[in-house]
């Protein structure tokens, strides 16, 4: 069983939320920052590992990246609500966009088979931002780890 400690008035909870005693927010926007920061770094390390072994991308693993991610938020600050959905919501978008951005650049050229080897590969912003226009599964990737953090949400 996990308790949270209020920071107001020291009570003992073991629901997240607010304070059975002060009514005060248990949750922590910092603490929230750090689980997220530390759980979509962790994830998008995996989903570059396991592209690279399978050569492939899963859109399954975006729900489940969401999912993580928003879990890890909950369960270390023990808050809920659009603050901290929020917070997972932008470390999940930018830990995807990220690897599939690093994933698309690990197999350039074999996307762009008429990509010069000697010609220096388009700065990432601009990949990213190409990738956003064009790529509708990048866009898929992004919507089912955002509609995978939500569902842990209330």
Not at 109 to 138: A, H, K, N, R, T
Request: charged content about 10%.
């Amino acid at each position: 069983m996990v308790v949270y400690l209020c920071e107001n008035c020291d009570a003992r909870n073991t629901r997240g939320g607010r304070c059975t005693f002060c009514h005060e927010p248990l949750g922590s926007i910092r603490v929230a920052f750090k689980a997220a920061f530390l759980a979509a770094t962790g994830l998008t390390v995996l989903w570059i590992f396991l592209s690279w072994l399978t050569g492939m991308e899963l859109g399954a693993f975006a729900l489940v990246f969401g999912g993580l991610v928003s879990g890890a938020v909950a369960q270390s600050t023990g808050g809920r609500g659009l603050g901290y959905q929020a917070v997972a919501s932008f470390f999940t978008v930018s830990g995807l966009a990220i690897s599939d951005a690093v994933v698309v650049r690990m197999q350039w050229f074999e996307l762009f088979p008429d990509w010069d080897p000697g010609e220096p590969l388009p700065p990432m912003l601009d990949q990213l931002i190409y990738q956003v226009q064009w790529d509708g599964i990048f866009l898929v990737f992004i919507v089912l780890g955002f509609v995978g953090g939500l569902w842990l949400w209330k």
